[in-house]
């Protein structure tokens, strides 16, 4: 499964912005996708995730209430809402997908299959 993330961009605090990870193929109806950060100088963190079979979505403290996983079907898209943004969501924000249980899904090494990265700057 090949993964393309888009839609990163400039934004002011407060505003809103959509990324986008499109998958090669249907097959990635198979596994779990996540999205992931890496702000500069900073390991690369846990965003959220959603599980393709069953619906199930989970997200990072830091971003809930404020960030949305979604999904087309038709499309083999999954995307990641973010509203409220805020000078410390800056970052190159990735996503995965994998095999993964529940209780692995915030760690990278769970997810086989990444996308390059693009980059979100939340800035006035």
């Known amino acids: 499964v090949q993964l393309q993330a888009s839609g990163g961009g400039l934004v002011q605090p407060g505003g809103s912005l959509r990324l986008t990870c499109a998958a090669s193929?249907?097959?990635?109806?198979?596994?779990?996708v996540g999205w992931f950060r890496q702000a500069p100088g900073k390991e690369r963190e846990f965003v959220g995730a959603?599980?393709?079979?069953?619906?199930?979505?989970w997200y990072a403290d830091s971003v809930k209430g404020r960030f949305t996983i979604s999904r087309d079907i038709n499309k083999n898209t999954v995307y990641l809402q973010m509203t409220n943004l805020k000078p410390e969501d800056t970052a190159v924000y990735y996503c995965a997908a994998g095999r993964i249980i529940a209780s692995s899904r915030t760690y990278q090494s769970a997810y086989d299959y990444w996308g390059q990265g693009t980059l979100v700057t939340v800035s006035s």
């Open positions: 959603h599980r393709w079979n069953g619906g199930n979505t």
């Open positions: 193929d249907r097959a990635v109806r198979s596994y779990s």
